[in-house]
């Protein structure tokens, strides 16, 4: 993607959203010095409808990205605008209440904008940079294929280890109970960087340690185990990145769709609350 979401269309997005927030801040330093500013005044109100709308121009990203035959620009364009006019929201509600909050439901709907504003930045900064950490693996191997061939070469590390010395057995256990660790990190790899380099490169290092403390007769056997290790660990690491990919490039949205919803249910109160009472 390199980073052409932020700068998608020449900066299109970048500039309207600019533009927009100087726009506004012009407006309301003139507001400001002709009125009190508050939510019910006409500009307040117009702050009010304007931010309504960029809400609802915002949640309706979650119908286009389902719309797969939708000419209305493209995914891409739409999340890029997406980004700049959520935050633009950010300026255009405090406007509206003339920065004035309180402990009341007007108050929670802009919490909740925060909220859905805050993990939004997270989700981009994942979209940015997880596939970059991806491209670094060549391989295109699916999950499914890395775990098959890790439990096959855990098989033959076992077959070559049967009537070896001891360390041999020792090794594969700790190969056995890494895999199963991995396996069971689920969300964990997400706080956990993955370096594959590094890691290959410790590995290898440790392995050559061990050579010394290898019988002559069984270095040659140690030389293929070791080799099956190395493959292994390659392995792994390409899984653990994949898993914190996939974990990583949705865990964000389950914290900023159903507080979009909530801040659109909160925001349906306020309406309520400030038109009818
Ligand atoms: C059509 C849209 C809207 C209209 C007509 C509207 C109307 C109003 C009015 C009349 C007030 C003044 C209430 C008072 O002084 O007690 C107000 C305040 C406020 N509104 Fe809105 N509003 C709109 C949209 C929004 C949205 C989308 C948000 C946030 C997500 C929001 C957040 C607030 C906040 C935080 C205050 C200040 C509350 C306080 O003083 O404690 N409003 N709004
Ligand atoms: C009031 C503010 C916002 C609202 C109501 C909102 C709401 C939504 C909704 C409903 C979706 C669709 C998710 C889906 O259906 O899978 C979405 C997607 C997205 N939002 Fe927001 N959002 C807001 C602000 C932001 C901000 C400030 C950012 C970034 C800085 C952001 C980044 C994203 C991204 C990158 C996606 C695309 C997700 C995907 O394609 O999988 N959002 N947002």
Not at 179 to 184: F, I, M, P, V
Request: hydrophobic share 50%; aromatic share 12%; charged share 15%.
């Amino acid at each position: 993607m390199h980073g052409t979401l932020l700068t998608y269309g020449n900066k299109r997005y970048l500039w309207a959203a600019t533009i927009g927030a100087v726009a506004l801040l012009l407006s309301y330093f003139y507001y400001a010095s002709t009125t009190v500013p508050s939510g019910s005044t006409v500009w307040g109100l117009a702050y009010g409808w304007i931010g309504l709308l960029a809400i609802l121009m915002l949640m309706f990203l979650g119908i286009r990205k389902r719309w797969y035959f939708s000419r209305l620009g493209t995914l891409q364009g739409w999340t890029s605008a997406h980004v700049y006019l959520g935050l633009l929201t950010l300026l255009i509600i405090p406007l509206h209440a003339g920065f004035h909050f309180g402990w009341d439901v007007h108050t929670l709907a802009y919490l909740l904008l925060v909220i859905v504003i805050l993990s939004g930045m997270v989700g981009l900064f994942l979209y940015l940079t997880v596939p970059t950490i991806l491209t670094t693996y060549e391989s295109n191997m699916l999950p499914d294929k890395l775990e098959a061939e890790i439990h096959e070469i855990l098989k033959e590390m076992k077959q070559l280890a049967a009537d070896k010395p001891g360390l041999f057995q020792r090794l594969y256990q700790e190969e056995d109970h890494r895999c199963r660790e991995l396996e069971a990190q689920g969300w964990r790899t997400l706080f956990t960087p993955v370096n594959p380099h590094a890691i290959l490169a410790q590995r290898t290092h440790d392995l050559h340690n061990l050579l010394a403390r290898i019988p002559t007769s069984d270095q040659e056997g140690f030389s293929q185990f070791a080799g099956l290790i190395l493959r292994k660990t390659e392995l792994e690491a390409y899984l653990a990145a994949q898993m914190r990919l996939k974990n990583g490039l949705e865990a964000w949205l389950y914290v900023h769709v159903p507080a979009s919803f909530a801040m659109l249910a909160a925001v349906g109160v306020h309406l309520v609350t400030v038109l009818y009472y």
